[in-house]
C-alpha cells in the first residue's frame, strides 16, 4: 500500500471560475473523477463522474436544466447526486446516488473538498485575495496533469534558491543565493522570508521600477496548507524604509500558486503573477503572462522541466526522504504541515512539533 | 488473481472468410497469440504463434506449401502444429511442437475453439446463418482490439433501452424505453422481445418501410453464450399482423455481433446489419453500413465511445458487481449463462438458476 | 523478484568515444542512470545521474570546468563524484556525493563499470581491437534502446544458422545451415568455428572477393562475457589453404558487437562490420554500413525485428528455458558463462562446467 501523499480533507482549486459554464466538464482531483457544471442559479455543482448503474462517465451526457442526464441509459442525477428518473421504472431505487462534492467559488477560482463533506468549512478556504482581479491585476494560466507529485511545486516555491540556476538571467542571481532567510510558521502557514538589501536589481526587476539605483529586494512566501502558495516579491530603492514597511518608492508583484494533485504523481498547476505597478498597463500584463508561459522557455516552463525530471527521478530511485540543505527549511515546513494533515486523518497522532 | 472473464470451451470468431488467405495472419484470441492461414484445400489452419525452439511469432516466417516456416531458424511446422524439421539435425524431438487450435469456417466466418481440442464439437459453432450472404443482405465490418471487456458489447446489444440516448434521433426514441419487454432463456441462449404497438416509427424505420402510418415495431434479441448475439428487428403497420407472425406489410432486419475477447480488456466486435428487403439495392447496403461505421460518429462508433469510456471507468472504480435496472434483464441473463460456463471449466458447481 | 539477466561487476560499452565531447551526455546502463562527459585532460568522467540533494538528473544541469553544477539549486560536484558546494552553507555535508563510476577509454569506446569500483581492472576490458581504425576498417552504428534483453542478441549473433532464414538472399543461404560447427570455450569466452568447404560463395562475399570459383567460407565468432560478440568471417578460393591459415588468397571481414544492457529489457548495441580488403575504398565503408543498416531492412534491421518480436512474445509466453537444438551450442556457452557470473555475483556457487 503506497503512502497517501495528500490530505482530503481540504479545500483544492478545481478549476478557474470562467472555465466553468452551465455545461459538464470533467476533471479528476485527488484522484477522484469529478464533473462540473454550473447550475442555472451560478452556482456550481461537482458529481463523482461516474453514473450509479454502469459507471459510464456522467461528463459524457448532457444536463437537463440543473439536472445530469447519464449518456448511456438515461439515468437523471440532480446536483446533490440524488438519481431522480430510471428508464422503464416507477419506483426509483433510494439508494441510487452519486457522491456530490462540495464546491464553492471565491477569488475567481471553484475550489472542491474531496473529502468528508460535513468537514468542508467555508472558512478553510485558502486565502487567495490575490487572485481576486481588483486591487492586484493578472492574467494566469494552468498547467494541468502536469506529470509530478504536487509536494515537488510546493518545495520547488518555497525556496527561490533556484532561481539562480533554473532562472538565471532573469529573476534569478547569486544575490537570492547569498541572502539570509527567516522561517516562521502557525499551525496550518508556513512563511519564509528573505531580504536582500542594497542590491543591484535583477533584470526583471529594474525594468519593472524604471528607476536607477540599488535596492531593497524582498521575497515573502506564504504557504497555506495544503496546496496554496502565495509569494509577495519586488523591489524598492536602497534607504527609502521597504524593510519596515514603507514600499512606496518600490514595485510590488505577488505569485500565486494554487495546486491540485490530480493524481499520486500528477497534478494541475493554476498559476498566476499579479502585481499593484501599472495596474492599466494591458500590453505589460501580458508580456508578464509570456514570460511565465510563453515559447516553451517561459519561467514556470523552466520549472515544469525541472520538476517532471525529478519526479522521473524519483520514480526510479527511491530514496527517501531527500538530503536536506539549510535552504530547504521553508520546504520542510510545508511538508511537514501536510504530513500533519494526512497523519490526523488517518488517525494517527502527528508528531510533535515543538519535540523538533 | 484475477477472474476469468471469458470460457476457454467455446467457439469465437477469429476472422471474416474473406480475410484469411494463403498466407499468414496473426491474430489474438482470448489471450492466445495465434497464426491462422488457409491451406492449399481450402481448410482453416490455427497455431499457437510462437516458435517451440526461440519463441519467435511463426506469423513472422511464411508458408511452404502447408507448412509454416518460422523466420528465425527455420524450424517447419505442418498444420497440425508438429514439427517437420529443424535445421542441422537428422532426428527431430518428437515433442517438437505447437498448438494447434480447432478451426472452422461457417456463415463466413472463422470459428476458433481456443480451449481443449478434445471439446471441440462443431455443432456448438453459433447460428449465425443471417450472416451467409443468401437469404439476409449486408456487408458489415470490425472493430478489432476495442478497449472493453467483450461482455460489455453483449450488456449493450441486451438491453436497447440505450438507443434512446445514445442513439437518440436515429433509431432511438422514448417508444424503446417505455415499452415493456420479456425475458426468455434455455442452457445456452438468453432471449429479450419487445414489442411498441401503433407507433410513429423512429426516421431510420420510416425510412425503410416507404409508407406513411403507425406501426407496430419489433425487437427480439438472442444472446448464444457466450459470444453471439442476433436481433432481429423491423417495423410493420400496425393492424397488420406482425406481433401474431405476419411481417408481411412490414420490413426486416437484423443486427449481428460475434465478439472475441483478445485480452480481459479487449476484444474483436465482427458485426453485420443484415436485411430481407431491398436487397439488390447495393447503394443501401453501402449506406447502411456507413450509418454504423462511418465519419467516427456511426450508429457503432457511438456504442464504442461509450463502452471504452465505460471500461476505463471501470478500472478505475472497482466497484462490481454493477448496480442493476430492470431493463438490464437480458444483459443479466446473459452474464449468467457465462458465469456458468466458466464455473463449469473451473470445476465448480454452477450457481443454480431456479434458486434466482 | 526478478532474477538478474546481467552480471553488475563488468565493462559494458556506454559510448563511441566521439559522442562523448566536454558536455554532459546521459545514458542508462544496466539499469544505472549516468551522465558522461570528458574532462578538461581528455579522461571520461561518469557519475550517478541524479543530485544527491533532490535527484534532479545532474545531466540537465552544465559543466563548470571539469565540475558538474546541478540545474535546480547548484550543488557543484566533482569528476569524483564529490559534493565541492552547497547553496548558502558553508559547511559541506562530507557524506554528500554521488556514485562515480569508473570509466575507461579504449578501442574508439568509452568502458563502464556498473558494479563495486574496487573490482574495476582495466585488464578485463574486452579485445576490441578490431574497432581501433587501424589495421581493420569500418564505421558502425548503435541500436539505442534496443528492445530486447541483451542476451537475446548474442544468441542471435551465436548461431549464424538464422543467416540462412533472417537474411537469406545476401549473406545467408543452405551452406550455413549444412555445415558443421565446432564450439570450444575457456573461462571467459566462448567460441564456434565453422568451415564451409568448396562452396559457391553467396552474393555479398562473391563480390568482395571478386574472383570466380569455389570458395572456403569461415565463421569463427568469439564471446567475451558478458557483452561483447566479434565474429571474424570471409572467404578464401578452394584449395589455397585458408582452414590451414594461409588467407591470402581471400577476403576477411569482422563483425564487432559490443551491447550493454539498458534494462532488463532493453540494451544498446554498438555494432561495427570491419574489413582489411579493400581498405581504402570509402564508398565501400559506406555501402558496407549501409547493407547493415539503411532503408529499415538492412541486415542488422532485419535482426532487430526478430529481436524485439521475440523479445515480446518472451513476455507473453514465460516458457523458460528455451527448448534448444544442435545449433543453439555456441549461444548456450555464452549463456553458461553470463549465469556463471551472475551466480559468483550473488555469493551462489557457480555450477561446475566439468559436470556437464
Redesign the interface.
Same mark, same amino acid.
Given at each position: 500500500m503506497t503512502e497517501a501523499t495528500f490530505p482530503l480533507n481540504a479545500w483544492y482549486p478545481a478549476a478557474w471560475s470562467h472555465e466553468i459554464r452551465h455545461e459538464l466538464a470533467a476533471r479528476t482531483i485527488c484522484d477522484r473523477?469529478v464533473v462540473l457544471y454550473r447550475r442555472q442559479d451560478g452556482q456550481v455543482a461537482a458529481l463523482e463522474?461516474?453514473c450509479?448503474?454502469? $459507471? $459510464?462517465?456522467l461528463s459524457?451526457?448532457h444536463l437537463r436544466g440543473d439536472e445530469v442526464?447519464?449518456?448511456?441509459?438515461?439515468l437523471v442525477f440532480n446536483a446533490a447526486g440524488r438519481c431522480t428518473y430510471?428508464? *422503464? @421504472?416507477k419506483t426509483i431505487?433510494p439508494s441510487?446516488c452519486v457522491r456530490a462534492y462540495p464546491a464553492i467559488e471565491k477569488h475567481r477560482m471553484v475550489w472542491l473538498w474531496p473529502g468528508d463533506p460535513a468537514l468542508a468549512d467555508p472558512a478553510k478556504i485558502p486565502d487567495y485575495h490575490w487572485n481576486d482581479g481588483t486591487e492586484w491585476v493578472g492574467e494566469g494560466g494552468t498547467f494541468y496533469s502536469l506529470k509530478c507529485d504536487y509536494r515537488l511545486i510546493i518545495?520547488n516555491l518555497m525556496?527561490l534558491?533556484?532561481e539562480?540556476?533554473?532562472h538565471a538571467g532573469s529573476i534569478g542571481d547569486d544575490h537570492v543565493? *547569498?541572502a539570509?532567510f527567516d522561517v516562521t510558521h502557525t499551525d496550518r502557514t508556513a512563511t519564509l522570508t528573505r531580504w536582500m538589501i542594497d542590491i543591484e536589481p535583477p533584470p526583471f526587476w529594474a525594468k519593472a521600477l524604471g528607476r536607477p539605483g540599488h535596492v531593497d529586494r524582498w521575497q515573502i512566501i506564504t504557504f497555506q496548507a495544503p496546496c496554496v502558495v502565495v509569494g509577495d516579491v519586488g523591489v524598492a530603492l536602497t534607504g527609502t524604509g521597504a524593510p519596515k514597511g514603507d514600499r512606496s518608492q518600490g514595485v510590488n508583484g505577488a505569485f500565486l500558486a494554487a495546486i491540485a494533485p490530480e493524481t499520486e504523481k500528477t497534478c494541475h498547476y493554476f498559476w498566476n503573477f499579479v502585481r499593484t505597478f501599472k495596474t492599466d498597463d494591458a500590453e505589460l500584463t501580458g508580456a508578464l503572462n509570456r514570460a511565465h508561459v510563453g515559447d516553451g522557455n517561459g519561467l514556470y516552463e523552466q520549472d515544469k522541466?525541472?520538476l517532471e525530471? @525529478?519526479q522521473? *527521478?524519483?520514480d526510479?530511485?527511491p530514496?527517501m526522504p531527500?538530503?536536506? $540543505?539549510?535552504?530547504d527549511a521553508g520546504a520542510l515546513w510545508a511538508r511537514r504541515l501536510i504530513d500533519r494533515m494526512l497523519a490526523s486523518e488517518q488517525g494517527v497522532r502527528p508528531p510533535s512539533v515543538a519535540a523538533e
Open positions: 473523477d463522474d461516474a450509479w448503474h454502469r $459507471l $459510464l462517465p459524457l451526457g442526464v447519464c449518456g448511456y441509459h438515461g430510471m428508464p *422503464a @421504472q431505487n441510487a518545495d525556496d534558491t533556484h539562480s540556476y533554473v543565493t *547569498a539570509p522541466t525541472v525530471a @525529478q522521473k *527521478a524519483i526510479r530511485n530514496r531527500f538530503y536536506t $540543505l539549510n535552504i
